[in-house]
């Protein structure tokens, strides 16, 4: 099915891997947000569960490993053409994780992958609602962390 104005939404993974104070970015080599900082993540593939999908697409677009796969939240992301149609429409299950290993570098959909200080989110662009996953994955974390 085509992904440019969709007959349905599409169900994808976004994952926010934490490395101490770091977050993993990728730079996107294909619509929606083109060029533009985001989590790694993409679309869920056809008898993937959704946790292999997340697994798999940090793996492919980061060289990354990651550990301690814990669901954040579910985001919709719909963009609208000039004329209101619906020209991408995505049902984001977004989670945390931590880095185990790998070593950054832009594979795949990314043009670019790196660890990106938490002080320095704002020079990225970022959309919103990834900041506010970002934000949620940290306090989420942080709280783990006084706890264990």
């Known amino acids: ?13 976004g994952v926010v891997v934490l490395k101490g104070d ?4 990728i730079r996107r080599k294909k619509p929606p947000r ?20 997340a697994v798999r697409e940090v793996r492919e677009e980061t060289g990354i490993e990651i550990q301690n796969l814990q669901l ?22 977004d989670f945390s994780a931590e880095y185990a290993s790998g070593e950054a570098k832009g594979n795949d959909d990314a043009i670019e ?8 989110l704002e020079r990225y662009n970022l959309w919103q609602k990834t900041i506010e996953i970002i934000r949620k994955a940290k306090s989420d974390h942080n709280s783990a962390s006084l706890h264990a």
């Open 1 to 13: 099915m085509k992904r440019d104005y969709p007959d349905r939404p599409f169900v994808g993974v």
């Open 22 to 25: 770091h977050v993993l970015l």
């Open 34 to 53: 083109m060029d533009e900082w985001s989590l790694p993540g993409g679309a869920q593939d056809l008898g993937e569960n959704i946790r292999d999908a």
């Open 72 to 93: 954040l939240d579910v985001v919709d992301f719909i963009d609208r053409d000039d004329k209101q149609d619906v020209r991408h429409h995505y049902s984001l299950i």
């Open 113 to 120: 992958a790196k660890w990106v200080p938490f002080n320095d």
